[in-house]
Nanobody, 124 residues
């Protein structure tokens, strides 16, 4: 059974940084493209960033482009989301997700495994 466990969330001031981790078990990370999503209060879950199997194919939502960086360490079976220049509007529960596709789709329906989420709160 595939399990994804996020960590690294917390409370940070605007302009600060956080790094989220997504530890994967039950599946070789190198066989999955990874996606990061978030859900803010009262809003639907939205795509934030994606990383292809090869680690070289990345996509980002316009709202985070230039501030967030997705990466992976296949040896540790862990994916990461480095977040810098955080803004209050980045406040949300962040989820990682895995798909057997080679490239990360933007639709959450394409992902088959999800983590439980980690809260990120950015104060102004």
């Amino acid at each position: 059974q595939v399990q994804l466990v996020e960590s690294g969330g917390g409370l940070v001031q605007a302009g600060g940084s956080l790094r989220l981790s997504c530890a994967v078990s039950g599946r070789d990370l190198s066989s999955s493209a990874m996606g990061w999503f978030r859900r803010a209060p009262g809003k639907e879950r939205e795509f934030v960033a994606g990383l292809g199997r090869d680690g070289g194919s990345t996509t980002y939502a316009d709202s985070v482009k230039g501030r967030f960086t997705a990466s992976r360490d296949n040896a540790k079976n862990t994916a990461y989301l480095q977040m810098t220049g955080l803004k209050p509007e980045d406040t949300a529960v962040y989820y990682c997700a895995a798909t057997p596709r080679p490239y990360p789709p933007g639709s959450l329906h394409e992902y088959v495994s999800w983590g439980q989420g980690t809260q990120v709160t950015v104060s102004s």
